[in-house]
């Protein structure tokens, strides 16, 4: 088993910027890859960001590149820097782990381990 967890979220200015961390624990020896989640009120959870951690390639959804950035220290933490933040970007924020991911970084259900998501709120 792995345990994740979220911190870091908050309220935030339109235009700010927010970093997330997730701590994992456990068997995290297992783990292929970890990504970032959103869901935002009255709508499916959404792809945002993924990392390999054999090599440190890193994917992600169209709707953030080039204003959020995920990298990971070790098998432990793993972060995500968001700049720019606008009020779409209201969300509960989630990390996941995964053990088995190849090709397949944004489908959700290919995820194995989940934390309790942080509240990422963007003022306007």
């Known amino acids: 088993q792995v345990q994740l967890v979220e911190s870091g979220g908050g309220l935030v200015q339109d235009g700010g910027s927010l970093t997330l961390s997730c701590a994992a624990s456990?068997?995290?020896?297992?783990?292929?890859?970890m990504g970032w989640f959103r869901q935002a009120p009255g709508k499916e959870r959404e792809f945002v960001a993924a990392?390999?951690?054999?090599?440190?390639?890193t994917y992600y959804a169209d709707s953030v590149k080039g204003r959020f950035t995920i990298s990971r220290v070790s098998k432990n933490m793993v972060y995500l820097q968001i700049n720019s933040l606008q009020p779409e970007d209201t969300a509960v924020y989630y990390c996941?782990?995964?053990?088995?991911?190849?090709?397949?970084?944004?489908?959700?259900?290919?995820?194995?381990?989940w934390g309790q998501g942080t509240q990422v709120t963007v003022s306007s």
């Open positions: 996941a782990a995964g053990r088995s991911l190849y090709g397949s970084w944004f489908r959700s259900s290919k995820y194995d381990y």
């Open positions: 456990g068997r995290t020896l297992s783990i292929y890859g």
């Open positions: 990392i390999k951690w054999s090599d440190g390639n």
